[in-house]
């Protein structure tokens, strides 16, 4: 019969779709994925207009619909027998489902139905996790969560799918142990587990924004599980927690050597694991020998480093500066992050020879890198904390010049090397002010006459700002330069200088008549 309604037709047979729906309930079963799979499309084709109603039997009490799938499929249904498809016979698929779910929604609420079908799977797993406290019991359980709430519907939208991880979260929780002592473990566990399922649909965004907030999630998702992992190292562990922590570390090394993309938040993780939690010395050389049997990760990343963190951490300083012969200038970032690694746990010998043999790495890097005073602030505040050789202090001091000459200088003065201090000033064409805060007082109590130079450089160069308050500054650095000569008994050399100066700025009368008020001659 064309021309019947689906509201009209329901007006003779809700009460057997009724029927249908509750025998649909039986055979389904939530939290089977087949079955899942199932209940989550027919949801789609009614939620796409795909079903649709094409005849109708009244004698018969029979219809006839059409769901616009990648292939039309047709279903029939006799109301007070069966149903059938035409991808299936009488097998239940989900055409079927998708056209009880089509009158269904012209009865009652489809979502509801849908809801109270999930609910009796999630009582039923509550129910068992808690019976059966397994990490793949609390695997299982999440991963069930993330196809239905997350992935399913939000993977084409990172935000989106920020957006479903809150009410993921808040439905994980209902599966937390009550235990005050479990809180931590079934937290860093659950996260864990969230990462590696998310990880190939991270990285499927392509665009740079959405990149960029799938890596500052992980940074922070990173900061969180450091914080755990010490949590974790201050309680005592618990016989039945064993597996729980042998699942963590499968985890981390999963996420570090199988999955792809992201590879620095993935070395950070496996970092802080092994810094804060995975401190068993036995456990970092079994773990240390599995890094030697693997050089890269699956997409093709060097482990080195993360090898030199367990030389470190085992002590072997020598097995770790045999790996340290030709550092890339590209990778002195990451020493630098290892040795103030070393200086935070008080390994300050260690953290010297690292950085004495990272030196000529440093020197290329300085050359190449854009952002050069943050760089030098890190290089600077690191020193400091060392006890660098006498070699080491020149080559460091010398590569970061004019940034290190106030240590620079107080070390050629601690040595007594005072026509060096006078060389580097002059090379960096120091002011006198600032050349005080150098030491210049106490060079020139000790070698005068090797200032001159420098004080001359500044003479000269008050002279040429060619302003009357500029010539009175000159004549006070010669009065100076008068006194050191003095000093070293080179009357005929100053006399003789003094002349110069006068006969080569005979032309600037204001700077000449300040000559005469100073009296420079010996």
């Given at each position: 019969m ?5 509201q ?21 079963l ?5 079955d899942d ?19 109708y039997?009244?004698?018969r ?15 029939h249904?006799s ?13 239940m698929?989900?055409h ?21 079908w999930?609910s ?6 509550i ?15 999440a991963?069930?969560?993330?196809n ?5 519907d ?32 079934f ?24 990149r ?13 599980l ?12 618990f ?5 729980f922590?042998?699942?963590?570390v ?6 570090l ?14 970092t ?33 480093q ?28 990451s020493?630098?992050s ?9 390994e ?7 950085f ?14 854009v ?5 030098i ?33 107080g070390y050629?003065?601690d ?18 002010t ?6 210049l ?7 005068p ?17 060619k ?30 200088y003094v002349?110069?100066?006068?006969e080569?700025?005979?032309r ?15």
């Amino acid at each position: 019969m064309k021309g019947m309604t689906v509201q009209r037709l329901l007006t003779f047979y809700e009460e057997p779709v009724q029927d249908f729906m509750k025998q649909l309930d039986q055979d389904l079963l939530a939290g089977v994925a087949q079955d899942d799979s199932l209940v989550r499309s027919a949801q789609s084709f009614v939620r796409n207009g795909a079903v649709q109603l094409v005849d109708y039997a009244p004698v018969r009490h029979e219809a006839d619909f059409v769901v616009r799938d990648v292939q039309d499929a047709y279903v029939h249904i006799s109301f007070y027998e069966h149903l059938s498809c035409s991808c299936s016979g009488r097998k239940m698929c989900r055409h079927q489902a998708a056209v009880l779910f089509y009158l269904y929604q012209h009865i009652d609420s489809l979502s509801e139905w849908v809801k109270a079908w999930r609910s009796k799977a999630d009582r039923q797993s509550i129910s068992e996790i808690q019976n059966n406290r397994t990490p793949l019991a609390w695997e299982q359980y999440a991963n069930t969560l993330l196809n239905q709430l997350v992935i399913q519907d939000h993977a084409s939208s990172f935000f989106l799918m920020e957006f479903a991880l809150g009410d993921y979260k808040r439905q994980m929780q209902r599966i937390r142990p009550l235990e005050r002592e479990w809180h931590v473990l079934f937290d860093t566990s659950v996260t864990l587990m969230t990462l590696i399922k998310l990880w190939p649909t991270f990285n499927s965004f392509s665009r740079e924004n959405e990149r960029g907030r799938v890596r500052y999630y992980l940074d922070e998702t990173i900061q969180d599980l450091k914080h755990q992992f010490k949590q974790l190292h201050g309680q005592p562990r618990f016989f039945a927690a064993d597996p729980f922590y042998e699942r963590i570390v499968r985890y981390v090394k999963y996420l570090l050597t199988d999955a792809e993309g992201y590879f620095a938040q993935r070395s950070e993780l496996y970092t802080h694991y092994w810094t804060e939690l995975g401190t068993q010395k036995q456990a970092r050389v079994k773990e240390l020998d599995f890094l030697e049997k693997h050089s890269e990760t699956k997409d093709g990343h060097s482990l080195l480093q993360l090898r030199q963190l367990f030389y470190f951490q085992l002590g072997q300083t020598e097995r770790l500066l045999a790996t340290m012969k030709d550092v890339p200038a590209e990778e002195v970032s990451s020493y630098l992050s290892l040795i103030q690694f070393a200086i935070e746990q008080y390994e300050i010998q260690m953290a010297t020879q690292l950085f004495e043999r990272l030196l000529p790495a440093i020197e290329t890097f300085l050359d190449t890198e854009v952002r050069a005073s943050r760089l030098i602030y890190t290089l600077r505040t690191i020193e400091r904390q060392l006890d660098l050789s006498d070699e080491a202090k020149l080559q460091f001091y010398r590569m970061l010049i004019p940034f290190t000459l106030e240590p620079y200088s107080g070390y050629l003065i601690d040595n007594e090397r005072y026509e060096e201090w006078a060389d580097l000033h002059l090379y960096c064409q120091s002011g006198i002010t600032y050349a005080e805060t150098c030491g210049l007082d106490l060079v020139k109590e000790h070698a005068p006459f090797v200032v001159m130079p420098l004080y001359h450089l500044n003479v000269v160069r008050e002279i040429n700002e060619k302003k009357r308050d500029s010539y009175k500054q000159a004549v006070r650095h010669l009065k100076k330069m008068k006194q050191l000569a003095k000093a070293a008994n080179e009357t005929v050399y100053w006399n003789q200088y003094v002349q110069e100066i006068r006969e080569k700025f005979r032309r600037l009368r204001a700077f000449q008549q300040e000559m005469e008020k100073g009296n420079l001659a010996l």
